[in-house]
């Protein structure tokens, strides 16, 4: 993710040419189409993981899981997900100034 944590500080450069805005937008939105694939995998893992543990209530399920490596990435993901996305809208906010 230093990628996406470089593009984060590149986009609060203040004085950026449409030219710039229009390839961090491309950049942040395969970024953030790739980040939702590989939670959409997480998320796949997460319900097998929940499968073998009924003894277990669904709220300690799920705290055993955030936990997990997959858990914590899981977690991470959302994260970047949610930034992402603000990043994004303010790219286009700031395009829109531009035209």
Excluded: C
Aim: proline share 2%.
């Amino acid at each position: 993710m230093s990628k996406l944590l470089k593009l984060f500080e590149a986009v609060k450069e203040v004085d950026l040419t449409k030219d710039k805005l229009e390839d961090y937008h491309k950049d942040l939105s395969e970024l953030y189409a790739d980040m939702h694939i590989e939670l959409g995998e997480i998320k796949k893992r997460k319900g097998m993981y929940m499968l073998p543990n009924p003894e277990l209530s669904g709220v300690a399920v799920l705290r055993k899981w955030a936990g997990t490596v997959d858990g914590q990435r899981e977690i991470e993901l959302k994260s970047y997900i949610k930034a992402t996305s603000t990043i994004l809208r303010s790219i286009k906010s700031r395009l829109y100034l531009t035209y």
